[in-house]
C-alpha cells in the first residue's frame, strides 16, 4: 500500500519491520518524532517496549540493557545527543551486543542550528568515542531508502554483534514522499544470542577473554577480541557494501555526495558522474578507487567542512576539491556557484 | 547452596584483604539462595569501581556497566524480561555522583529493580578521593584540609519518590544486611539498600584506623537498631522504611 511519510516515520516503521521491540530515548530535534512513534505504538501493543529516558545517556545504555535481555532495541537523537551516547557505543563494541543509534544531523557543534540539516557528525561516528572500534555507518537519501536501511541497520546490527550507526538529517527526517512499503522487500536477521537469564556470562566492558572473564593487563588477550572484531565488521561490511554510481562519458569530474546532498546535487548528473557512498563506514575504499580512476576531478560535496573529503583525499591520495555546504542550507544554487569557482569553467 | 552462586575459579578476588565488599557479596549470595535467585531467573549489573567488580564473582549472567549506568540499563532490561530479578550492585560514587541523575529518575519511575549500594565513603578503586557521601572533615586525597561540602543524604533522596523502599545497614550488622538485601528483592518496586562499608586501604588508614576491624567496631557501636514503624531513620540508625 502506498503511504505518504515522511523520512522519521519511514526509519521508525522499518525499525519495527527488522523486529525491534524497544525503544529508549530523550527528546531532541529534529528526531523526537521517532521516540512519539514509539511512545504511541507502545500504548497501542505493550509487547513493543518505550522508554522516555532522563537523558541521552540514559537511553544508550538503556538500548544495550533491552538488547543483552533479547530484544532487538534502539534509540534516535541529534548532535548532542549524539555525543553524550558516544562512550556506550564504544561499550557496545567491547561487549558485542547488537543495537541500532540513529541520529537525525542537525548543525553544531553544542546547541547549533537545532532545525537546520548539517553533515556534521560524519567523522564523530567512527572516532567519538575511545579506542579502535569499526561501526558500520549507513546514510540513506530517501524516504524509501530510510525505511530499507533501517532495516538493513537491524541485520547489520545483528550479524557483526555490535551497534550500528544509522544517519539522517533534519532535511531528509521532514521530507515526505510517496513510498510502497509492502513493494521494499529486505530479509530479517534474527537475534541469535541468548538473553540474559540463560547462562553464566560475565559481560563487561574490561578487556576480556573468549570465555568472558576480565583480562586488564593481558595484551595478548586485547589483541586477540581486537583482531576478532576487525575481521567480523570486515566481514559483515562486505555484504552491505552499498554505494550509487551515476557515469558520465563525456565528464572529467566524478562529484561525490551523500545522504539527503546526493539528493539535491541530482540534476547535476546529466553533466557529471555522481558517487553516492550509502554505507560511510567501514570506508567504500575498494568501490571508490574504482570508480574514480579515470577522472581529472574529484569534487567532494557535503554539509560540513570537509570531513569526508579528507578520507577521500587519504583513500585516493590526491587532492579533491571540497564544496561545503554550512549553517544548514543545502541549495543546488550554492554548489552550482562553487563548482564555477573552483572548476574556473561555466556549470549548467 | 549459597556457594554455587560464587564464582570460586575466579579467586582470590580483586578486593583488598578486609574490604566490605566480600561481606556484601556473601549476604547476596545467601539472600538469593534463600528467593530460589540462580542464573535462570536473575541477573546482576553492577558498576564501575571496586564494588562493580562483584559480577565478576557471581555465578549468573551478569553486566559490569560503564561508570554510572547500572540504573537505565537494569531498568531497559527488566522492561524488556519482567519476569528476571535484577539487581543493582554499586558503589556511592557510581550511584550518586556520575549516576546521580538516573538514581532520582529510576527511583521516580519506580522502576522494579533492587539497588544494593555499597557506601564506603570514598573513591576506594582511584585511589581515596572524597566521593558525594564523605562525611564533613575527612581528609582524603583530594581533601587534604578536610572534606569541607556536606555528603549527600542518601535517604532523603530516596523519599523524594512517591514510593520507595528504602533500607539502611552496614557491613558489621551480616545478619541484618542478609535481611536487607532478601527484602528489597521481594519488594515490588524500586529498592534501595545503603551499606556502611570499610575501606580500609585507601580510607581508613589516612583518619586514623590500623584495621578494617577497627572500623567494623566503630559500626557496631554507632548503630543501632531503628524501632518498628518509623518513617525516617536517624543518622546513626540501622533499619527499612517503605512507601507502597
Redesign the interface.
Same mark, same amino acid.
Given at each position: 500500500m502506498k503511504k505518504l511519510i515522511n523520512g522519521n516515520e519511514a526509519t521508525f516503521l522499518g525499525a519495527v519491520k527488522a523486529g525491534a521491540?524497544?525503544f =529508549?530515548g530523550y527528546p531532541i530535534t529534529p528526531s523526537s518524532e521517532i521516540l512519539i512513534q514509539a511512545a504511541e505504538l507502545n500504548a497501542k501493543n505493550p509487547n513493543f /517496549?518505550f522508554?522516555q529516558? !532522563?537523558?541521552e @545517556?540514559?537511553?544508550a545504555?538503556?538500548?544495550?540493557?533491552?538488547s543483552? =535481555?533479547?530484544?532487538k532495541?534502539f534509540t534516535a537523537t541529534s548532535g548532542p545527543g549524539f555525543s553524550l551516547m558516544q !562512550?556506550?557505543i564504544g561499550?557496545g563494541h567491547q @561487549?558485542e551486543v547488537p543495537a541500532v543509534y540513529i541520529n537525525v544531523m542537525r548543525v553544531g557543534p553544542a546547541t547549533g542550528m537545532p532545525t537546520r540539516p548539517s553533515q556534521h557528525d560524519i567523522l564523530q561516528t567512527k572516532y567519538g568515542s575511545s579506542g579502535d572500534y569499526f561501526p558500520l555507518v549507513f546514510y540513506p537519501n530517501s524516504v524509501e531508502e530510510c525505511y530499507r536501511y533501517a532495516i538493513v541497520a537491524f541485520n547489520a546490527a545483528e550479524e557483526s554483534r555490535s551497534p550500528v550507526i544509522f544517519l539522517s538529517d533534519a532535511f531528509l527526517s521532514h521530507l515526505t514522499e510517496v513510498v510502497d512499503l509492502d513493494a521494499i522487500a529486505v530479509d530479517i536477521v534474527p537475534r541469535t544470542m541468548p %538473553? @540474559?537469564?540463560?547462562? /553464566?556470562?560475565?559481560?563487561?566492558? @574490561?578487556t576480556h577473554n573468549e570465555d568472558l572473564? %576480565?583480562r586488564t593487563a593481558d595484551t595478548g588477550a586485547f589483541i586477540r577480541w581486537h583482531e576478532k572484531i576487525k575481521a567480523r565488521h570486515e566481514e559483515v561490511a562486505a555484504r552491505y557494501a552499498h554505494f550509487e554510481f551515476t557515469g558520465n562519458k563525456k565528464s572529467d569530474t566524478l562529484l561525490i555526495a551523500y545522504g539527503i546532498t546526493s539528493r539535491v546535487i541530482a540534476p547535476l548528473k546529466t553533466d557529471y558522474a555522481i558517487f553516492r557512498p550509502i554505507r560511510i563506514f567501514p570506508f567504500l575504499s575498494e568501490e571508490l578507487k574504482r570508480c574514480a580512476k579515470n577522472f581529472e576531478h574529484i569534487v567532494v560535496v557535503e554539509a560540513n567542512d570537509g570531513q569526508y573529503a579528507m578520507l577521500v583525499e587519504s583513500e585516493l591520495k590526491r587532492d579533491v576539491i571540497r564544496i561545503p555546504l554550512l549553517g544548514g542550507k543545502i541549495s543546488l544554487e550554492t554548489v552550482k556557484q562553487d563548482l564555477r569557482k573552483k572548476l574556473g569553467r561555466e556549470v549548467n | 547452596m549459597y556457594r554455587d552462586l560464587i564464582r570460586l575459579d575466579?579467586f582470590p578476588t580483586k578486593w583488598c584483604p578486609g574490604c566490605g565488599i566480600g561481606q556484601i557479596l556473601i549476604q547476596l549470595s545467601k539472600s538469593m539462595d534463600q528467593l530460589g535467585l540462580d542464573?535462570?531467573?536473575?541477573?546482576i &549489573?553492577t558498576g564501575i569501581g571496586c564494588t562493580g567488580?562483584l559480577?565478576?564473582y557471581v555465578? &549468573?549472567?551478569? +553486566?559490569?556497566?560503564?561508570h554510572?549506568?547500572t540504573?537505565?540499563?537494569?531498568?531497559? &532490561?527488566k522492561? +524488556?524480561?519482567p519476569?528476571?530479578k535484577v539487581i543493582v550492585v554499586s558503589g556511592d560514587g557510581d550511584l550518586a555522583s556520575i549516576g546521580g541523575?538516573?538514581l &532520582?529518575?529510576a527511583a521516580r519511575r519506580n522502576a522494579d529493580i533492587t539497588v544494593i549500594c555499597n557506601n564506603n565513603q570514598i573513591y576506594g578503586l582511584t585511589g581515596g578521593q572524597a566521593g558525594p557521601t564523605t562525611p564533613l572533615g575527612t581528609r582524603t586525597v583530594s581533601t587534604p584540609a578536610g572534606a569541607q561540602r556536606n555528603p549527600i543524604n542518601l535517604q532523603n533522596l530516596i523519599k523524594c519518590a512517591a514510593k520507595y523502599s528504602y533500607a539502611r545497614t552496614t557491613s558489621y550488622h551480616q545478619i541484618h544486611m542478609q535481611k536487607c538485601i532478601r527484602e528489597a528483592i521481594e519488594w515490588p518496586g524500586f529498592a534501595f539498600v545503603e551499606i556502611i562499608s570499610q575501606c580500609i586501604e585507601n580510607n581508613g588508614r589516612r583518619i586514623g584506623f590500623n584495621s578494617a576491624w577497627e572500623m567494623l567496631q566503630l559500626y557496631k557501636r554507632t548503630y543501632k537498631r531503628a524501632p518498628r514503624g518509623k518513617d525516617s531513620l536517624e543518622p546513626d540508625e540501622i533499619g527499612i522504611i517503605r512507601q507502597g
Amino acid at each position: 500500500m502506498k503511504k505518504l511519510i515522511n523520512g522519521n516515520e519511514a526509519t521508525f516503521l522499518g525499525a519495527v519491520k527488522a523486529g525491534a521491540t524497544f525503544f =529508549a530515548g530523550y527528546p531532541i530535534t529534529p528526531s523526537s518524532e521517532i521516540l512519539i512513534q514509539a511512545a504511541e505504538l507502545n500504548a497501542k501493543n505493550p509487547n513493543f /517496549k518505550f522508554i522516555q529516558s !532522563e537523558d541521552e @545517556l540514559a537511553a544508550a545504555n538503556a538500548v544495550i540493557g533491552a538488547s543483552l =535481555a533479547g530484544a532487538k532495541a534502539f534509540t534516535a537523537t541529534s548532535g548532542p545527543g549524539f555525543s553524550l551516547m558516544q !562512550e556506550t557505543i564504544g561499550y557496545g563494541h567491547q @561487549l558485542e551486543v547488537p543495537a541500532v543509534y540513529i541520529n537525525v544531523m542537525r548543525v553544531g557543534p553544542a546547541t547549533g542550528m537545532p532545525t537546520r540539516p548539517s553533515q556534521h557528525d560524519i567523522l564523530q561516528t567512527k572516532y567519538g568515542s575511545s579506542g579502535d572500534y569499526f561501526p558500520l555507518v549507513f546514510y540513506p537519501n530517501s524516504v524509501e531508502e530510510c525505511y530499507r536501511y533501517a532495516i538493513v541497520a537491524f541485520n547489520a546490527a545483528e550479524e557483526s554483534r555490535s551497534p550500528v550507526i544509522f544517519l539522517s538529517d533534519a532535511f531528509l527526517s521532514h521530507l515526505t514522499e510517496v513510498v510502497d512499503l509492502d513493494a521494499i522487500a529486505v530479509d530479517i536477521v534474527p537475534r541469535t544470542m541468548p %538473553p @540474559l537469564g540463560s547462562a /553464566k556470562r560475565t559481560f563487561t566492558g @574490561l578487556t576480556h577473554n573468549e570465555d568472558l572473564s %576480565p583480562r586488564t593487563a593481558d595484551t595478548g588477550a586485547f589483541i586477540r577480541w581486537h583482531e576478532k572484531i576487525k575481521a567480523r565488521h570486515e566481514e559483515v561490511a562486505a555484504r552491505y557494501a552499498h554505494f550509487e554510481f551515476t557515469g558520465n562519458k563525456k565528464s572529467d569530474t566524478l562529484l561525490i555526495a551523500y545522504g539527503i546532498t546526493s539528493r539535491v546535487i541530482a540534476p547535476l548528473k546529466t553533466d557529471y558522474a555522481i558517487f553516492r557512498p550509502i554505507r560511510i563506514f567501514p570506508f567504500l575504499s575498494e568501490e571508490l578507487k574504482r570508480c574514480a580512476k579515470n577522472f581529472e576531478h574529484i569534487v567532494v560535496v557535503e554539509a560540513n567542512d570537509g570531513q569526508y573529503a579528507m578520507l577521500v583525499e587519504s583513500e585516493l591520495k590526491r587532492d579533491v576539491i571540497r564544496i561545503p555546504l554550512l549553517g544548514g542550507k543545502i541549495s543546488l544554487e550554492t554548489v552550482k556557484q562553487d563548482l564555477r569557482k573552483k572548476l574556473g569553467r561555466e556549470v549548467n | 547452596m549459597y556457594r554455587d552462586l560464587i564464582r570460586l575459579d575466579r579467586f582470590p578476588t580483586k578486593w583488598c584483604p578486609g574490604c566490605g565488599i566480600g561481606q556484601i557479596l556473601i549476604q547476596l549470595s545467601k539472600s538469593m539462595d534463600q528467593l530460589g535467585l540462580d542464573h535462570t531467573n536473575s541477573t546482576i &549489573i553492577t558498576g564501575i569501581g571496586c564494588t562493580g567488580r562483584l559480577s565478576g564473582y557471581v555465578n &549468573i549472567d551478569t +553486566v559490569y556497566t560503564l561508570h554510572g549506568r547500572t540504573l537505565p540499563m537494569a531498568e531497559a &532490561i527488566k522492561t +524488556v524480561n519482567p519476569n528476571l530479578k535484577v539487581i543493582v550492585v554499586s558503589g556511592d560514587g557510581d550511584l550518586a555522583s556520575i549516576g546521580g541523575n538516573h538514581l &532520582i529518575h529510576a527511583a521516580r519511575r519506580n522502576a522494579d529493580i533492587t539497588v544494593i549500594c555499597n557506601n564506603n565513603q570514598i573513591y576506594g578503586l582511584t585511589g581515596g578521593q572524597a566521593g558525594p557521601t564523605t562525611p564533613l572533615g575527612t581528609r582524603t586525597v583530594s581533601t587534604p584540609a578536610g572534606a569541607q561540602r556536606n555528603p549527600i543524604n542518601l535517604q532523603n533522596l530516596i523519599k523524594c519518590a512517591a514510593k520507595y523502599s528504602y533500607a539502611r545497614t552496614t557491613s558489621y550488622h551480616q545478619i541484618h544486611m542478609q535481611k536487607c538485601i532478601r527484602e528489597a528483592i521481594e519488594w515490588p518496586g524500586f529498592a534501595f539498600v545503603e551499606i556502611i562499608s570499610q575501606c580500609i586501604e585507601n580510607n581508613g588508614r589516612r583518619i586514623g584506623f590500623n584495621s578494617a576491624w577497627e572500623m567494623l567496631q566503630l559500626y557496631k557501636r554507632t548503630y543501632k537498631r531503628a524501632p518498628r514503624g518509623k518513617d525516617s531513620l536517624e543518622p546513626d540508625e540501622i533499619g527499612i522504611i517503605r512507601q507502597g
